[in-house]
Every structure is written in structure tokens, then in C-alpha cells.
């Protein structure tokens, strides 16, 4: 009698391999789609249609808004979290100075004992615990044995006996970063940028929204073309046009203010869908089966 398929036996103790597949075992790919992926004429961080759009060194470009917002909210964050770490350091001083304090004064008792026979007495806030490190109906009586066992044991699962892990700041950065790129971002180096709009009566009456075209060669603006900023004056073209006439006669094509190759900045995009245009567009998401409950967790991977 032949076996039967691997897809229709069920009675087995492990999982078959189709069994897996459905349960969404491994690593599923998905290709991003032209709706995933953000326009050129977006925001990098509202991902709305840009108002006021500035753009950093980098080529990323957002609303006037929301990188200003955006960049006063992390010196805000910068200075919360300066004034927490400069208290935690004038804290570990004070803690410093009073452990040298009682260190003298246990150093004066141990000299006026040796010397007069006194019994040391001293205030410490250690040593306001009772002998066996305990309080109230914890407190017994145990051999200095015991005494050194219960002293030194990790109990954490008793409050007097639960290890102290004070949580330490760091010392923070006083700079900006870009919140796109991640590096070092200033108001002062943001600059403008100026799309041309398309008027065209073919271009009104098909859509609503908004297009925008190449000033020197009037192509319609898309995320299939490679888009360049001059940051001497903010005008965008196409980078075909920037290396054919800006790259050669150092002038903007629209304003005619001179330009040099630094003022030239590629704008980031993010991409068609279909090509990949130096991007991953691949979503992954890899899953593992569960112990005992037959269901997949997920944990998410996505690279975009």
C-alpha cells in the first residue's frame, strides 16, 4: 500500500513540512508596492505633502514645521536629560564626602577606643539595621556564621536584602541629529528648496494635485528621476540637467546666481517599487512556531 502525501497525513507527532508553510514558518518576503514606498514631494517625518519644504546636507526633506519642532524638541530633550546627569554627579559627591566622613570618624573611635578604652559609638545609615540585617519579626538570634551568610547572600526576593542598582545617565550629546540620516543636524544648515510647478492646462485639468517639473528640460518630476538641490539658491532640477549644464557653468539655471559642485545635493527618495534604485524594497518578517500552542510569533524584520 503506498504512503500517503505528506500534505493529507496528519497524525504525525512532529510538524510536516506544508504543516510549517501554513502556519507561516520561516521568513516570508514580501515585495513593497508603489502605495509603500514615500513620494519625493513628502515629508520625511508628517509624510504629507511638504509645506515650506527644507532639505539638510544629506538631501533629506522635510516641512518647515516639523524639523524645526523636531529639532527644538530633542535641545529640550538634551537639556532634561543634562540637568538629570549633572544632579546624579553632584549626588555621587555628596555620597562620596559623607562616606569619607564616617570612614575618619570609624578611624577616631577605632584610636579613642585603643588608646582610652571607649566604646565607638557612631551614626551610620548603614548600620540602621538591626545585628541580623533585618527588621521587626525577621530579627532573630544566629551565630556570626549565619550573621556573615545572611550579610552577604543576594535575597532579592526580600525587601531589606534586595541588592541596590541606582540607574546611571549618561552624559548626553549637546548636538542635533537629523531624524531621518542620524547625523549631526543645525537649524543653521538647513537651507530652502524651490520645486517649479507645473501650470499646464493638461496637467490642472487632469489632477488636483500638485505637479512639479524640471525648470530647464520641463520633464514632470517623479520618484523615478534623481532629483538635485542647489543650496546656494533652492531651485530643484532634474540630475540630468545638473550635470549637463550646472556641473559645467556654474549657474543656476532659473536665478542665474553662480553655483559651485558643494552647492549640488541629491535629494533622497524613496523610490518606484520597481527598482530598487539603491534601496531594499524587500519587507521580511521571520516567524518560529511556538512551543506547545501550534501558533507562529512574529518577529518583525522589515528593511525598507
Given amino acids: 500500500m503506498p ?16 504543516e510549517k508553510r501554513k502556519l507561516g514558518y520561516g521568513t516570508q518576503k514580501e515585495r513593497l508596492g508603489k502605495d509603500s514606498i ?14 515650506d519644504p527644507m532639505c539638510c546636507q544629506k538631501g533629506h526633506v522635510f516641512c518647515k514645521e516639523c524639523i524645526l519642532e523636531c529639532l527644538l ?6 537639556l532634561r536629560k543634562l540637568a538629570a546627569h549633572t544632579a546624579q ?4 559627591k555628596e555620597e562620596e564626602e559623607e562616606k569619607l566622613m564616617s570612614q575618619k570618624a570609624r578611624e577616631l573611635d577605632a584610636f579613642d577606643q585603643q588608646n582610652h578604652g571607649a566604646v565607638p559609638q557612631y551614626n551610620d545609615k548603614n548600620q540602621s539595621r538591626d545585628k541580623n540585617g533585618f527588621h521587626g519579626a525577621n530579627s532573630v538570634k544566629v551565630t556570626s556564621y549565619e550573621e556573615e551568610a545572611l550579610r552577604t547572600m543576594k535575597a532579592f526576593w526580600l525587601p531589606s536584602a534586595t541588592p541596590e542598582a541606582p540607574a546611571k545617565v549618561e552624559a548626553p550629546s549637546s548636538s542635533t541629529v537629523c531624524p531621518e540620516g542620524n547625523e549631526k543636524l543645525k537649524m543653521k544648515t538647513l537651507f530652502p528648496i524651490y520645486y517649479t510647478e507645473d501650470k499646464s492646462e493638461e496637467k490642472q485639468s487632469s489632477s488636483h494635485d500638485k505637479s512639479f517639473m524640471c525648470p530647464s528640460c520641463k520633464v514632470t518630476l517623479t520618484n523615478t528621476l534623481s532629483l538635485v538641490a542647489l543650496s546656494s539658491c533652492g531651485h530643484v532640477f532634474c540630475k540630468k540637467c545638473a550635470d549637463k549644464f550646472m556641473a559645467v557653468d556654474k549657474v543656476c539655471l532659473v536665478c542665474d546666481k553662480p553655483c559651485k559642485e558643494r552647492h549640488l545635493v541629491n535629494l533622497a527618495r524613496g523610490g518606484t517599487g520597481y527598482a530598487g534604485h539603491d534601496e ?25
Avoid: W
Fill in 38 to 51: 514615500k513620494p519625493f514631494d513628502a515629508c520625511c517625518l508628517c509624510l504629507k505633502p511638504f509645506i
Fill in 3 to 18: 504512503q500517503r502525501h505528506s500534505k493529507n497525513n496528519n497524525d504525525l507527532a512532529f510538524f510536516t513540512y506544508d
Fill in 73 to 78: 524638541s530633542q535641545k529640550k530633550d538634551n
Fill in 280 to 304: 531594499n524594497l524587500e519587507a521580511r518578517d521571520f516567524k518560529h512556531l511556538g512551543s506547545g500552542s501550534g501558533l507562529g510569533l512574529v518577529r518583525p524584520a522589515m528593511k525598507t
Fill in 89 to 92: 554627579k553632584k549626588q555621587e
